[in-house]
């Protein structure tokens, strides 16, 4: 039986970091975990829920998510803290289009958006073989993944190179390390993220979740 906080399933396990853990060097990209997103139950019905938000330093600057539009000035003063301005940000990808996750992508006209599905520079939208399953590589080391299920059009932002290995920032396909008694519940097509979910298991070694801290992923 798994430690307590731990997920056993099949061959993979989920093992929570600790929670302090929200930097990964590496080489050439690093990553920080601005904001660690949560969501919690206020009623039956009623809950607070923010997106994680993640930076990922190296060649391109890059950040996925930008938190609700409730962020603004903390995801400002988190770009400062680290020398940055918005229009520093070369890369900004919405792992999908909930108002959790992509609530001030107003702060960064000037960079490259990947929303979703959707590329584009300013007013042009460039063709993205996304819908078709094709991951969009940024360069060697970065490559935005199709990951539908939560929404039919989610992605993660996989971080090869980091000293903790390869590393997945995966919007909503996760919730939290421990999340298997709720993630059914808030996804368009379970059936598709259960797929998503298995790949990323397959694959990473860290992942950022949409709604808790950084976890690690152990493989038999
Ligand atoms: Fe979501």
Same mark, same amino acid.
């Given at each position: 039986m798994a430690a307590s906080g731990e997920v056993s399933s099949g061959q993979f396990r989920t093992v929570p970091l600790p929670e302090s853990q929200l930097d990964f060097p590496g080489e050439p990209y690093s990553v920080s975990? $601005?904001?660690? %997103?949560?969501?919690r139950a206020l009623t039956e019905d009623t809950f607070k829920a923010d997106g994680s938000i993640t930076l990922i330093q190296g060649p391109t600057t890059i950040l996925v998510d930008t938190g609700?539009?409730?962020?603004?000035?903390?995801?400002l003063k988190s770009l400062k803290d680290r020398g940055l301005e918005p229009g520093d940000v070369n890369l900004v990808v919405g792992t999908h289009g909930h108002s959790d996750h992509i609530g001030n992508?107003?702060?960064?006209?000037?960079?490259?958006?990947?929303v979703g599905w959707d590329i584009s520079e300013g007013d042009t939208y460039c063709p993205?073989? $996304?819908?078709? %399953?094709?991951?969009?590589?940024?360069?060697?080391?970065?490559?935005?993944?199709p990951c539908p299920g939560h929404t039919g059009q989610d992605v993660s932002v996989q971080v090869a190179g980091t000293f903790a290995?390869?590393?997945?920032?995966?919007?909503?396909?996760?919730e939290c390390c421990s999340d298997e008694d709720s993630w059914r519940a808030l996804s368009m097509n379970a059936e598709k993220?259960?797929?998503?979910?298995?790949?990323?298991?397959?694959?990473?070694?860290?992942?950022?979740?949409?709604h808790g801290p950084p976890f690690r992923v152990t493989r038999r």
């Open positions: 975990v $601005l904001k660690v %997103g949560y969501c609700g539009p409730w962020d603004r000035d903390f995801l992508l107003g702060l960064f006209p000037a960079a490259k958006l990947i993205s073989g $996304l819908a078709e %399953g094709h991951a969009y590589c940024v360069d060697e080391h970065i490559s935005v993944v290995g390869t590393l997945l920032v995966a919007g909503d396909l996760f993220q259960e797929v998503s979910r298995r790949e990323a298991l397959r694959t990473a070694d860290v992942i950022v979740p949409g």
